[in-house]
């Protein structure tokens, strides 16, 4: 597996790994609060869902080869990973407050509290563990698509996203809790970069770019990308202390 393929792998198993660890905590809450039938029930009804439509437009788009394809699908990764490295950015100067897992879990019961009591067939459990797992997971899929047909062959992104769901649901059975200490903000940050060098390495190609070193140049471009959100997150700190 070229260099290529290993950061699209990489970007698709950290992506997958933090989108599948907040679908983990809404189940886990529904769970313990509804029966496990239903919400396990639903949570594997919207992955079937989600796998049968990656299934059917995947390939179709991974074998495509029109450059403009591949100059759409580079922009949307690039916007992609900017979204979520602004996100992480404004997280780590402290303009918006880090996610917390353990608080989504309590208020996910507590909104729960008043609903009618689960029978053995519970549709509020079900809903709710479809609806997260599809919201999740629809991130996820547009990665792992997106990186097929970016060209690092959907094999490497389908298998990232797989490993990631192996490990949340092994931790999950075996904590049966929020994934509360996970550095969720530091995992999306790497995911940020890791999407924001794919997007702007696949950008340059489909616009006739010929990048130094090939594939090999996707370390230099996350470095770089790497740097300048340290330097972001200093320069908006700096900003802040000022006022």
């Known amino acids: 597996m070229g260099t290529h393929q290993l950061s699209a792998a990489a970007a698709a198993a950290l992506a997958s790994f933090v989108e599948f660890v907040e679908a983990?905590?809404?189940?886990?809450?529904?769970?313990?609060?509804?029966?496990?039938?239903?919400?396990?029930?639903?949570?594997?009804?919207?992955?079937?869902?989600?796998?049968a439509a990656a299934a059917a437009f995947g390939p179709a788009l991974q074998h495509a080869q029109l450059a403009w394809l591949r100059l759409v699908v580079g922009l949307l990764i690039l916007l992609f990973g900017l979204r979520w490295l602004r996100k992480s950015i404004l997280r780590a100067a402290g303009i918006i407050p880090l996610h917390d897992?353990?608080?989504?879990?309590?208020?996910?019961?507590?909104?729960?509290?008043?609903l009618p009591a689960a029978r053995r067939w519970d549709w509020t459990g079900f809903a709710g563990a479809y609806q997260v797992t599809a919201l999740e997971g629809s991130e996820v899929a547009f990665i792992v698509v997106a990186v097929g047909a970016g060209g690092a062959g959907l094999l490497p992104a389908a298998a990232g996203a797989a490993t990631a769901l192996a490990a949340?649901?092994?931790?999950?059975?075996?904590?049966?809790?929020?994934?509360?200490?996970?550095?969720?903000?530091?995992?999306?940050?790497?995911?940020?970069?890791?999407?924001?060098?794919?997007?702007?390495?696949?950008?340059?190609?489909?616009?006739?770019?010929?990048?130094?070193?090939?594939?090999?140049?996707?370390?230099?471009?996350?470095?770089?990308?790497?740097?300048?959100?340290?330097?972001?997150?200093r320069s908006v700190r700096h900003r802040r202390a000022a006022r």
Do not use: M, Q
């Open 24 to 51: 983990l905590t809404v189940i886990l809450a529904l769970g313990a609060s509804r029966g496990w039938v239903s919400p396990l029930a639903g949570a594997a009804a919207a992955a079937a869902t989600l796998a």
């Open 101 to 114: 897992e353990a608080a989504a879990f309590a208020r996910t019961r507590a909104s729960l509290a008043g």
């Open 168 to 233: 949340v649901v092994a931790l999950g059975l075996l904590l049966h809790r929020p994934l509360a200490r996970i550095p969720e903000n530091t995992l999306k940050c790497l995911v940020g970069i890791l999407l924001t060098a794919l997007g702007t390495f696949w950008t340059g190609e489909a616009l006739g770019a010929e990048w130094p070193a090939a594939d090999w140049s996707l370390p230099a471009i996350s470095l770089a990308w790497g740097a300048l959100t340290l330097l972001l997150v």
